[in-house]
């Protein structure tokens, strides 16, 4: 038979000594190795595109031609740009043509008025021709592509005024004489 007493005492002995043996463990085992830190980092760009608009008021015009007295006439164009270009922008004035032309005319013929050939105050400007002036005393041949105001750094709302002039004789038939400007606004790009 089975001495149970013997058994039950191992038992007992080893339950005894089980929370000694993990403290020797604790105690007599090496400390834990030390973790290292590794970073990283991302840079973050957001990019703002310039934004820009442009309003042309009147967006129609008429110069009013009188050939008796040869009276010279003349009309206000003022465009307002807005941008937040931190260079700033350049204001074009482009057509398909450098004359007026007449939308009354005979098959045969198309009748113009032609741009003036160089700079003329209004005093002087010559009968049967046209011009434009920006910032300047002068009236000047349109060319078309011209810089006709330009600004630096974001603007809200910088107006500038465009002044078209002409002026007709006999010479020039009667009739309605047109051209269509385009404004275009171009951001300055950094240099």
Known sequence: ????????????????????????????????????????????????????????????????????????????????????????????????????????YNDATIETLPSTDTGYSESDFPTDRWGYKAGTENYFPFVSGAIVDTASGPVDEATSTVTFGAKASYASTAGNYNLVLNFKIVAIMST
């Open 1 to 104: 038979m089975v001495n149970i007493n013997k058994y039950h005492k191992r038992k007992i002995g080893y339950v005894t000594m089980l929370p000694i043996i993990l403290l020797m463990l604790l105690v007599l085992s090496p400390a834990p190795a030390s973790y290292s830190a590794s970073t990283g980092s991302a840079e973050l760009q957001a990019t703002v595109n310039p934004d820009m608009s442009i309003t042309v008021t009147p967006d129609n015009f008429t110069l009013d031609l009188n050939p008796i007295n040869e009276n010279f006439e003349s009309q206000d164009i003022t465009t307002s740009v807005t941008t937040n270009s931190p260079n700033g922008y350049n204001l074009y004035v482009y057509s398909d043509s450098t004359s007026l032309v007449n939308q009354q």
